[in-house]
């Protein structure tokens, strides 16, 4: 792409600017229906995954990025570049690498597919590095689908889409009521909530059904009472022979997940 293609942008005041500084905040990536994903290897994720609609590159990262611009020119995405300052005013890293995409922010209301799938829910979990390990956990593990509530972290914000390491393009994020939408998938699914005093260890769990949901709950409140008390919910517990009380929210999940892998059911 040559240089003229390049469109530059030199204000802080400028409206398309502070528009993309809006996607910061979680209201701005709710009202504007986008998301920043800040760097190298995001922003290449999110060209693989055609997720992104604007390419923002530092003035003097124009040169480090070549692979980049060429892919958002072939998939006719406009490219913006922007002083140091300007550049930075959209970052939530300290000092970002020059190069970020305004991607598309998916429809998390959107209904839930029918068929059974392998899925996690977070119910209440805040931390949006747990929220983003998981994600990138169910990637890596070859699941379907994340299911959050509304006081689960926002997975699009930056420090959940960092920790997700780009599985956030790949795995889909429904956000849900959901005892109801639990109570919903029980005929079909095997419900796991980990819970500090789960009745049954969890390598002992029963597996019958064609879907599996493991059920992550909030770093230390644990899983609510809502959802705890849906009916046919299997209430499981992590072994723990050591003196730790507890283990973080996303490490649990990961062993949960994981061994599904292991035992294929």
């Known amino acids: 792409m040559s240089m003229k293609e390049i469109i530059r942008l030199t204000s ?3 409206p398309q600017v502070k528009l993309w500084r809006a996607l910061r905040e979680h209201k701005g990536r709710e009202e504007q229906h986008l998301f920043i994903a800040e760097g190298d290897h995001l922003t290449g994720e999110a060209l693989n995954a055609h997720a992104a609609q604007t390419l923002l590159i530092a003035d003097e990262a124009l040169d480090r990025f070549p692979q980049h611009i060429t892919a958002a020119q072939e998939q006719g995405i406009s490219v913006y570049a922007l002083p140091g300052h300007v550049f930075t005013s959209l970052c939530d890293t300290k000092t970002p690498q020059g190069v970020c995409a305004v991607c598309h922010l998916p429809d998390m209301d959107r209904e839930i597919p029918e068929k059974p799938l392998k899925v996690a829910a977070l119910d209440g979990v805040q931390d949006p590095g ?9 990637d890596a593990a070859g699941f379907d689908a994340l299911l959050i509530n509304d006081r689960t972290a926002d997975p699009y914000g930056p420090k959940a889409l960092r920790a997700s390491m780009g599985a956030v393009f790949r795995i889909p994020v429904y956000r849900c009521d959901l005892p109801g939408t639990l109570a919903g998938m029980v005929k079909e699914y095997d419900l796991y909530a980990g819970l500090l005093d ?7 769990r029963q ?7 493991v059920i992550i709950g909030n770093e230390g409140a644990g899983i609510s009472k809502e959802v705890a008390s849906v009916p046919g919910l299997q209430k ?22 994981y061994d599904i892998v292991r035992c294929g059911k």
């Open 236 to 257: 499981v517990r992590l072994p723990m022979e050591g003196g730790a009380e507890s283990l973080n929210a996303s490490v649990a999940g990961a062993i949960m997940i």
């Open 198 to 204: 789960g009745s049954t260890p969890f390598f002992e």
């Open 12 to 14: 802080m005041q400028n």
């Open 130 to 138: 747990n929220v983003g390990t998981v994600l990138r956990t169910l």
């Open 207 to 213: 597996r019958s059904k064609p879907g599996v949901c």
